[in-house]
């Protein structure tokens, strides 16, 4: 849901030093294997002995290896490729570039766009079995290949280790592309976002003679491919290459033992979820509702306030839903953990003018929580379990949608606010799955500097969702028509875009919006590329130059090629 990130497998890469080309792997580890305590190959044709296997139309397995989570995206490939190793993607990879065959990498499916699936595609490579998770020795790093889902990430860190990133809820996404998206989940406010952990990356790469290679890159200040690492920390995926693997260690960091090289998160959390009735919450108390969130987010988006382990999703569907949603959680081991989330409540829902209740209906993309309305306690790998798996939309199989993100750095002014109401109860489109959600931001994310990764974004406090969700093509209109017009009337001063400035900081590359290319959508005068990356996109396109000169990895809303 909230955390699905654009997830392609698909690499963001980045320059060598200024201008330079690209250079050779790593010769001692041409593979870069690290050589850690990486499990043996297999050599039943699913290994380094074996090719990738080959998927083609008429076998049963296509079409589910064509659709991704959202199905208004289809590809037609004249193949899929499903890879368990680099030497497998490196020679697929070296195929499609003799070939002359467009590729695209699939990690989890969850594309908000059709950077994975469009008619342009002719190979998909599949990197859904490339899923091991095994800590290296030689790095002192957590390797995580690139095919890896979050929750299998999350199982084999904490069960083996102790530890975990701070990523997102999903159970089903995939870490490529969340990871080089930046990544972000609920325990962002407290830990970074996921890139913030990221030690190393590989990638198989394009040189300009048409050669495939893997290239290893680290964050350590000599290394000659390090902005290659640094454009996996936010560049987004599907931009230079096929991230086969990354290395996870926490910049802090120190000693020998393995629990100690990455964040640990909390023993146990508390999950809070409440309703409040629709038919209840009138114009005011809907203004009052919003400004709330924004106000307390203002006040508490230190990373040394006490709320810096509590993360709140203020989840609005249309009125037709019947219930606004609040679904929060808060890390267990601060003292007065409970006290806290209940005042963040009360301070959230002052003055509105309604009552809590149970949250006994789907809201947001969450299903029902009526067992939460009193906040429970509970193991922290359970509640990513619970969190992960109660989605009823990474289920569906018929499943169509549309995505819009914004990045706040202060609370919606009162015409932002009216702009929502007018559509959430408007009544010419009553979708139950037609929504807003807020997500709390700030915190430990906002320490870093906009320079110092691909993620620019960091000094907002929260996050926009605008979205639908609706199973039957012959409701595309009507539902891509309401979410553009929320979207554009909330941020009419912007021209329809949160262009960066004093109150919004532009888009999330993870939640891919397949309008942002459109002059006819995108009136704001501000470029895609500045409302994803900022200042850091002319960097990104350098490493375009050194690592893709060729243009072989893209997508509609890749990175471009600097001008000559």
Known sequence: MLKRRSILAGAAVVATALGAGPAAADPSDPAGTGGGSRPPESGDGSGPAGRAVVVLPGDPRYADLTVGNNTRWVGRPESVRLVRTTEQVVDTVQEAVRDKKRVSVRGGGHCYADFVYNPEVQTVIDMTTMDRVYYDERRKAFAVEGGATLM???????????????????????????????GYGMLSRRHGLSS??????????????????????T???????????????????GNFGVITRYWLRSPDAHGNDPAQQLMRPPKEVYISAISLPWDKLDKQGYARLVANFGSWHERNGSPDSPY???????????????????????????????RLIESFLADLTKGIGVEARPLDTPVGEQGPMPDFFTPQRMPWLASVRFLGT?????????????????????????????????????????????????????????????????????????????????PDRREDDRNLAWTREVYTDVFASGGGYPVPGPATDGCYINYPDSDITDPDQNKSGVPWYTLYYKDNYPRLQRVKAAYDPRDFFRHSQSIRLPEK
Not at 222 to 235: F, S
Not at 311 to 338: I, K, W, Y
Not at 396 to 424: C, E, V, W
């Open 219 to 237: 964050r350590e200040p000599d290394d000659p491919h390090r902005d290659l690492w640094w454009a996996h920390t936010g560049g987004g995926g």
């Open 152 to 182: 299998h990430a999350y199982e084999s860190l904490y069960k083996g280790w102790g530890v975990a990133l701070p990523g997102g809820m999903c159970y089903s996404v995939g870490v490529g592309g969340h990871i080089s998206g930046g």
């Open 390 to 470: 109660n989605n009823p939309t990474l289920a569906n199989p018929t499943l169509r949608g549309i995505h819009k993100s914004a990045y706040l750095r202060k609370g919606f002014d009162d015409a932002q606010i009216a702009a929502m109401y007018k559509h959430l109860t408007r009544t010419d489109l009553a979708n139950p799955n037609s929504m807003i959600v807020l997500l709390s931001y700030g915190g430990r994310i906002n320490t870093v500097r906009p320079g110092d990764t691909a993620s620019a974004q960091r000094d907002s406090l929260f996050k926009g969702l605008f979205q639908s969700f609706w």
């Open 196 to 217: 913030d952990h990221l030690y190393a990356v590989e990638v198989v790469v394009v040189d300009k003679n048409g050669t495939a290679r893997a290239v290893v890159a």
């Open 308 to 338: 810096a382990g509590l993360c709140s999703f203020l989840m609005m569907n249309h009125r037709a839903n019947n219930s606004v949603g609040v679904l929060t959680q808060m890390d267990g081991t601060v003292p007065g953990a409970e």
